[in-house]
């Protein structure tokens, strides 16, 4: 179970804070950065583009918090995310996004990201969000507290687990779903049986809430992996 809002490890400068920004658009790291100048605690260190260059730009600069979006091509922020947890263990990760879907909450909030903040939030919000994960603390954005407060509340009752984040063989099948495979192609590029293949759909559309493929469709493409 995670513990919204649970102590981490104390950073070295408790009164100041190093910055590394990632988004692939330019013009939004930019607006960042300007706001950024009414935080004389904060300092940016440097800015990537992309998920890969992130994490060899935090192997190198070790900054106190990463502002990560998740949606960019190649490496997206939620594995960025993950593997900076490994590189740098005291780098703390803002994910930004335009999306609140509750898969994507649930799997960075399990994987200990510092905080989740979408990208709707005014400039009091963001500087909030920073100096609460500055502080050691993590934040979550207004509009998903209730939904990270039900998903602890609910977290030990039967079934709930199907809500975690999709394994890897279900994003496996989810990307060959949208190259339009049937259930039975898949099951033979898979090497599994179709009633296998079924269940693992059934599985893919209750954790992400999905009615159809379109949705499915939808929550691909937020995630960056339409083609």
């Not at 440097?46 to 994490?55: E, F, Q, T």
């Not at 009091?124 to 979550?140: F, H, N, P, S």
């Not at 509009?143 to 279900?170: F, H, I, M, V």
């Not at 269940?199 to 999905?210: M, Q, S």
């Amino acid at each position: 179970m995670v513990a919204y809002g649970a102590p981490l490890p104390p950073m070295t400068m408790p009164n100041s804070f190093s910055l590394v920004l990632v988004d692939d658009q330019s013009i939004f790291l930019d607006g960042i950065e300007s706001l950024l100048e009414r935080m004389p605690e904060a300092k940016v260190l440097g800015r990537a583009n992309n998920g890969a260059d992130a994490v060899s730009l935090v192997r190198e600069l070790r900054p106190d918090i990463v502002l990560m979006d998740i949606n960019m091509p190649g490496t997206d922020g939620i594995e960025a995310s993950k593997q900076i947890r490994k590189t740098s263990p005291d780098t703390r990760v803002i994910v930004l996004s335009m999306y609140g879907h509750r898969e994507f909450v649930l799997e960075l909030l399990g994987s200990g990201v510092g905080g989740y903040l979408l990208k709707t939030a005014g400039k009091d919000e963001l500087m909030e969000a920073l100096r609460t994960v500055a502080e050691g603390k993590q934040y979550i954005a207004r509009e998903l507290r209730a939904l990270a407060a039900s998903a602890d509340r609910n977290a030990d009752r039967e079934g709930e687990t199907k809500y975690g984040p999709l394994t890897k063989r279900e994003v496996e099948i989810v990307k060959l779903i949208l190259q339009e495979l049937t259930t039975q192609e898949i099951a033979t590029v898979l090497d599994l049986s179709v009633p296998t293949v079924e269940t693992h759909r059934r599985n893919i559309f209750h954790k992400l809430d999905c009615r159809n493929i379109a949705g499915l469709v939808k929550y691909a493409m937020e995630r960056g992996w339409g083609a």
